[in-house]
């Protein structure tokens, strides 16, 4: 089965800084892998998807994650971090031979100013 | 705004009961997928539905059950309800059988069984 892991519950980062936040996926076949946001007390809205089209994606809100096939990773980064990115992220992966998705336990991202 | 709304916001009741929850997908959205996102499971595959009929089932308990009817809204019944149900429900909608296309969320029902 698919499943994706998801490094570090919590990531503090000053505004202005770099944002990295860690997913690596555990899949048997080319995996459809995903990253969505949740603002508090809001449902998930998808940040961006990889389909296999490019190894580099872009996303909404100046994010972006690269597949890695080497290292089974699908991190997620921004240059610089704004206050209003302070969500939860999570990690997703297209599970073989179904639609459902499969989550990565989230990662809560805090921005200082 | 995905498009995809859910009723009601927020739901309390006690245990023991039944509710209803309800999932309008986005429009020309054939599939639906329910999840539950609560504090020790995190976010987890309950059912889906494609154009009125079960496709998939995960992690969902036998005193759960959901229906897509005609017009593909769809809802989740939740019976018997105990104070562990209590956690936040997404309903997602997405275009077809399209293995990479994307799932549009709703904005959730919080279930509170006291």
């Known amino acids: 089965a698919q499943s994706v892991t998801q490094l570090g519950s919590h990531v503090s980062v000053s505004e202005g800084a770099l944002v990295l936040l860690r997913c690596n996926y555990s899949?048997?076949?080319?995996?459809?892998l995903f990253w969505y946001v949740q603002y508090p007390n809001q449902g998930l809205q998808l940040l961006l998807k990889?389909?296999?089209?490019?190894?580099l994606v872009k996303g909404i809100n100046g994010f972006e994650a690269e597949f890695k096939k080497s290292e089974t990773s699908f991190h997620l980064t921004k240059p610089s971090a704004h206050m209003s990115d302070a969500a939860e992220y999570f990690c997703a992966v297209r599970d073989t031979g179904f639609q459902k998705l499969v989550f990565g336990t989230g990662t809560r991202l805090l921005v200082s100013p | 705004d995905s498009g995809v709304t859910q009723t009601p916001k927020h739901l309390i009741t006690a245990t023991g009961q039944r509710v209803t929850l309800r999932c309008s997908p986005r429009?020309?959205?054939?599939?639906v997928y329910w999840y539950q996102q609560s504090l020790d499971q995190g976010l987890q595959f309950l059912i889906q539905y494609y154009n009125g009929e079960e496709r998939a089932k995960g992690n969902i308990l036998e005193r759960f059950s959901a229906q897509q009817f005609p017009d593909l809204h769809s809802e989740l019944n939740l019976s018997s309800l105990e104070l562990g149900d209590s956690a936040l429900y997404f309903c997602a909608s997405s275009v077809g059988s399209l293995v990479g296309s994307e799932q549009y969320f709703g904005p959730g029902t919080r279930l509170t069984v006291t």
């Open positions: 899949s048997s076949v080319p995996p459809y």
């Open positions: 990889y389909t296999s089209a490019a190894t």
């Open positions: 429009s020309g959205d054939l599939s």
